[in-house]
């Protein structure tokens, strides 16, 4: 049965309009890029497919552009429509930390540290930078290291957010093994970087650990 002889209600644009997209489970918000099935199927048969095939959402839109080239039912112009639908989503993460919601919103940050840090095979530590009000000033990958870890130097970091200017900072980095859980050494630099970081006031709000599933707030635990 085509989509278009489905219940008007489960159509999934009609579902989006009607419930909002959080109503749409991952085969039916991709099946609104697909636009139509491959041959025999409609296009969210095909996008169960392709999701059972690649294992789930998030490795199949961690993939390179042009990997998804290659996938039967996507080709280059549905590899451009999902990449710019990842960026978009990621330049309005990045638009609600530059009006200052950081704080208002500590989550927001959460998620924009796991959409730069999360898909990465190495582990990177990254830092976002804010002005008095909390707004932000700059985003960058400091450190970098193997699958066993990076190192920091917390005097780089107080280094370069004297010279964003910065009134406060948060930082975060991801764990490859995909657990969000703090190690010790985790907990020891953290210590480390907002003592260094308090030295210039600068004040450290947040850490975050990237791995699968939500981003880990060491804030909230306690640990900042």
Known sequence: MHIRDWPETERPREKLLARGPGSLSDAELLALFLGSGIAGSDAVASARGLLAGQGGLRRLLDRDPKALTGL?????????????????????????LERGEALGDPACAGRYFAQRLRSLQHEVFAVL????????????????????GAEVHPRILVQRALAHGAA??????NHPSGSPEPSAA?????????????????????????????PTSMAQRGLV
């Open 186 to 214: 985790d907990r020891a630099v953290t210590a480390r970087i907002k003592q260094a970081l308090a030295l210039v006031d600068v004040r450290l709000l947040d850490h975050f650990v990237i791995g699968d599933g939500p």
């Open 129 to 148: 930078y804010l002005d008095t009000r909390h707004r932000a000033l700059g985003f960058e990958e400091l450190f970098r290291g193997g699958i066993d």
């Open 168 to 173: 406060a900072a948060i930082i975060g980095h």
């Open 72 to 96: 039967r039912g996507i080709g280059p112009a549905r590899a451009c429509l999902l990449a710019a639908a990842l960026e978009l989503g990621q330049r309005h993460l990045a638009a609600q």
